[in-house]
């Protein structure tokens, strides 16, 4: 008879003993699958929030260093530093603030002439710093193109609350305006006595600066975003919504920006007065994991020059990583605990049912059986067993670890939070985690005690942390699963069958 259907024939025919193998498999093998499902949720979930945040570094001043000239992060430094190996992308932008012909601002009362003043901020990306941070939304139209980028095509994203004010959408012209004055009549005098510092002294009689010329910008309107609403505490301890500051923010591309302020200094070198134009750059760099920080900052520490530093958000990432390393190490224990019970249970098991079966094991040696046909049968007994012990136990464990690791996962977080607290408040800056380059270099005004609404918090990690079922996940449970049992099968039965057909029969 064919060894197989022998195995199988005696599957049947010995219920009891086939029902608590089954049992005992289905078991471990649910300790095991729902530790493997574990931690291939912790590995998803860190490469997810790897993904939508991202590892920030950005170049930032160190006032303390600064003594003479006030230093710039140039194009030729960002193009430099995100060569780097351990750079996954990185964008550089220039932000300047011009006025709107016409173009009211969301939520301020002061117009100059009825133009509202903007902050300009460029890109070199096709996909906007603030919207893979979250704080903005594409909700109409298109960001720039590539080509648009590199011919510094006058393109323009602003946002709903901008367009729905001022009868703006899609396909619309906004004129920004700059105006260049020649202030040469102002007299200074030195002041001595209150410090040594210049003051301007204006005629007694009316006087207006020289208009030397108004420049007038076209920019087309390509896309329309919203922006996450701002959330801060106040001092009574609540937590108060507001506007974005970001919705008073139009986007548009570096080279644009730089064609017009290359206009207006060539004008003013030409008219031998000052262009009093002040801009803000920024560079942030995304890094491919967390632990390049230190590798990428000093790597290229060398090209900054005196007076500007890295500065990365490394520290929030820690926050999170550490209670999700808590869990996988007790996910890692658990199921090494589960194989070695595993091997060591089910070979006890089988060493027991080898001992009833010896007479018979014995009877088929003493035949001209091979071993070989023998280790077959039982191995064929035991496998088909646990192999429906296991497949159950793909969907059981992975079930149950959902629930038990998400409960214990929340739990870390919340107490990792609360370690990191002070009165109640979070002490992490605002600029820690997933919040563009323009903030954290402090372009844009924010309170004091704003919440980082672009932090990675408890609520977005157990969003992001889902405990699947995909191929690998089921690949490896087999394998551990199928791997502990063929394992803890063999020793038994290659013991036994060492013995000759009489001490068997014995």
């Known amino acids: 008879m064919n060894v197989f259907k022998r195995g199988l024939i005696s599957i049947v025919r010995r219920p009891g003993k086939s029902a608590i193998l089954f049992i005992l498999i289905l078991v471990l093998s649910n300790i095991i699958a729902g530790a493997i499902s574990v931690k291939n949720a912790l590995v998803n979930t860190e490469n997810a929030i790897l993904e939508k945040m991202g590892v920030e570094v950005t170049i930032e001043y160190n006032w303390l260093d600064i003594t003479d000239a006030t230093p710039s992060i140039t194009p030729e430094m960002v193009e430099t530093i995100g060569q780097s190996e351990y750079v996954k992308e990185y964008d550089y932008s220039t932000t300047y603030y011009m006025e709107a012909r016409g173009v009211k601002n969301y939520y301020s009362d002061y117009y100059y002439d009825g133009n509202g003043s903007f902050t300009i901020t460029g890109g070199r990306n096709t996909t906007l710093q603030d919207v893979r941070s979250g704080d903005i939304t594409i909700k109409e139209g298109r960001t720039y193109t590539r080509e648009e980028i590199e011919s510094g095509a006058p393109v323009l994203l602003i946002s709903d609350k901008v367009a729905q004010l001022n009868g703006l959408s899609v396909g619309s012209s906004v004129t920004f305006l700059y105006t260049l004055y020649d202030y040469s009549d102002i007299v200074y005098r030195k002041y001595a006595a209150e410090g040594g510092f210049d003051m301007p002294v204006l005629p007694i009689e009316p006087w207006e600066p020289k208009v030397i010329k108004t420049f007038e910008f076209e920019f087309k309107i390509i896309g329309i975003f919203s922006a996450k609403p701002m959330r801060y505490t106040d001092w009574n301890g609540n937590i108060v919504e507001t506007d974005s500051p970001l919705l008073n923010t139009f986007y548009t591309v570096n080279k644009a920006i730089n064609a017009c302020i290359n206009e207006i200094r060539k004008e003013a070198q030409a008219a031998g007065v000052p262009d009093n134009i002040y801009i803000n750059t920024a560079a942030v760099f995304i890094l491919k994991h967390p632990d390049y920080v230190e590798l990428f900052e000093s790597q290229n520490k060398q090209h900054l020059p005196k007076g500007l530093v890295f500065k990365n958000n490394a520290k929030s990432f820690e926050s999170i990583r550490t209670p999700m390393a808590n869990v ?28 009833d079966r010896r007479h018979e094991m014995g009877i088929y040696l003493a035949l001209g059986a091979r071993k070989g046909a023998i280790v077959t049968q039982i191995l064929t007994e035991v496998l088909v067993v646990a192999l429906i012990a296991v497949t159950l136990s793909v969907f059981t464990g992975n079930l149950l670890a959902s629930n038990m690791s998400a409960t214990m996962l929340e739990n870390q ?30 372009i844009l005004p924010v309170p004091i005690e704003e919440e980082d609404t672009g932090r990675i ?25 199928m791997g502990s049992v063929l394992i803890s099968t063999l020793v038994p039965i290659i013991y036994t069958l060492r013995l000759k057909p009489r001490q068997i029969l014995m």
């Open 413 to 442: 977080l919340t107490e990792e939070q609360k370690n990191e607290t002070d009165g109640g408040r979070d002490v992490i800056p605002f600029s820690d985690i997933g919040i563009s380059s323009s903030k954290s270099i402090g």
């Open 457 to 481: 918090t408890t609520e977005d990690v157990m969003e992001m942390y889902k405990v699947r079922l995909d191929l690998k996940t089921v690949l490896f449970i087999y394998l551990i699963g």
């Open 328 to 355: 996988e190490w007790i996910a890692e224990i658990v199921m090494w605990v589960a194989v070695g019970a595993t091997v060591l249970i089910i070979s006890l098991l089988v060493t027991l049912f080898l001992r």
